[in-house]
């Protein structure tokens, strides 16, 4: 196998492929401390939820540069815990996977990206201030490098990776309460955006993994709610809450 020369290089195991120091290595970890990214005093290195809260911030900010849509973002967090679901931290380069998982989440969800523009914008967002990588042989590694970590996520993933999201289920939910709220309460309001940028926050950790879908949509909206001091009309006279009569509608087309 072709070494993965970012900070790490890869070799095949009894327990899969495991991280060793490189000569040569352009060094995600490395560089992203440097670019203020600290780690805890006393060399103890960040907990894992840290470096998941960091690394998955890179991904949303990189795809937002990188024109990616709502969906595909969540698929590149999506991926990105899953992979660190099933494998362990230290072992693999978090700033490779997430990369990767950009990659292949543009292909899952058919927004497709050129590798060139991911390491550019990536290069950028961990080395600030940085030009685009000239085409050299420190570009061709790291673009073959992304390319062995897809193989290995999917591997990793058993090939799973397309996902239910919970925007499809916020948006039908949005729409229903629309009707039910005072029309100019509810335009005074923000709920709408304060329940998206809430849902797009829940990706920083893995409660995509955990939750349903419409589970995490109607918790995102009762909080949006609470937020602002919303109640729904007649709430407390019907037979259950709104949001349990939104749970119960368990799929949408």
């Not at 006393?42 to 470096?51: A, K, L, T």
């Not at 799973?160 to 309460?185: A, C, D, E, T």
Request: aromatic letters at 12%; proline letters at 6%.
């Amino acid at each position: 196998m072709v070494p993965l020369p970012v900070s790490c290089e890869v070799t095949s195991g009894r327990q899969g492929y495991f991280r060793q120091p490189a000569s040569r290595s352009w060094g995600l970890m490395e560089v992203s401390r440097c670019e203020g990214h600290r780690d805890p005093p006393e060399g103890r290195p960040s907990p894992p939820e840290v470096v998941h809260f960091r690394v998955t911030r890179f991904i949303m900010e990189a795809g937002v540069k990188l024109g990616l849509q709502s969906i595909p973002i969540a698929t590149a967090c999506t991926i990105y815990h899953s992979f660190f679901g099933e494998v362990n931290l230290d072992i693999y380069d978090p700033y490779l996977v997430a990369m990767s998982a950009i990659y292949l989440a543009g292909k899952v969800e058919e927004q497709h990206l050129r590798m060139r523009d991911i390491i550019n914008v990536s290069n950028r967002y961990l080395r600030s201030g940085s030009e685009s990588l000239e085409l050299d042989a420190r570009y061709w590694e790291l673009r073959d490098s992304i390319v062995q970590c897809e193989l290995l996520i999917l591997r990793v993933l058993r090939f799973q990776v397309s996902f239910q999201h919970p925007y499809k289920y916020l948006l039908h939910y949005l729409i229903s309460l629309k009707n039910w709220m005072n029309r100019y309460g509810w335009q005074r309001t923000p709920i709408s955006v304060t329940a998206w940028a809430l849902l797009r926050d829940s990706y920083h950790g893995a409660l995509c993994l955990r939750f349903r879908a419409q589970h995490i949509a109607v918790a995102v909206l009762y909080l949006a709610l609470k937020v602002y001091g919303m109640e729904v009309p007649a709430d407390d006279k019907a037979e259950m809450p709104w949001w349990q009569i939104y749970t119960m509608d368990t799929q949408i087309p």
